[in-house]
């Protein structure tokens, strides 16, 4: 953990050990969407499969 210049009376601590990060977060969310809303059912009813 590091410590930064203090604000005012505030101490401002800063840690880099946040353990893994991914960038696949966007997908859960896109996952948990298309679960309540039905968003892949509704484009494949738009689009025709030949």
Do not use: P
């Not at 977060?25 to 689009?47: E, M």
């Amino acid at each position: 953990m590091a410590q930064l210049e203090r604000l005012g009376r505030r101490a401002i601590e800063v840690a880099f050990d946040g353990g893994k990060l991914v960038s696949e977060g966007g997908v859960l969310l896109l996952l948990q969407v298309n679960r309540r809303i039905g968003l892949t059912d509704a484009v494949a009813r738009v689009f025709a499969d030949t």
